[in-house]
């Protein structure tokens, strides 16, 4: 059974940068994070692979000022976000599947308890 832990949320203010963490404990394929803000839809981020590495990011804007990456032997993928914006706000989800599509934000099952990020 797959848990997903994530933490470092927070309050900062325009243009700060943030490192999200999330500990996956059990093994899948895919990880990846998703945003959402209250009364939307969730919607995907950026994944990562397991065991390439291989990244992919909802579109292509994202990689100005997102990155994600992991650290395999702490089981841990992060999201670094830099030049944050009051858009950014949101609760931040991490989340896993085990099939081959990373990129299919439809896939994923497995969730997270969420981490809130509110950039003023």
């Known amino acids: 059974h797959v848990q997903l832990v994530e933490s470092g949320g927070g309050s900062v203010q325009a243009g700060a940068s943030l490192r999200l963490s999330c500990e996956v404990s059990g093994y899948r394929h895919c990880v990846a994070w998703f945003r959402q803000v209250i009364g939307k839809a969730r919607l995907g981020v950026a994944s990562i692979s397991s065991p390439v590495g291989t990244t992919y990011y909802r579109d292509d804007s994202l990689k100005v000022r997102f990155s994600i990456s992991r650290d395999s032997a702490k089981n841990t993928v992060f999201l670094e976000m830099y030049g944050l914006e009051p858009g950014d706000t949101g609760t931040y989800y991490c989340?896993?599947?085990?099939?081959?599509?990373?990129?299919?934000?439809?896939?994923?099952?497995?969730w997270g308890q969420g981490t809130q990020v509110t950039v003023s």
């Open positions: 989340a896993a599947h085990s099939g081959t599509l990373c990129s299919d934000w439809t896939r994923y099952r497995t």
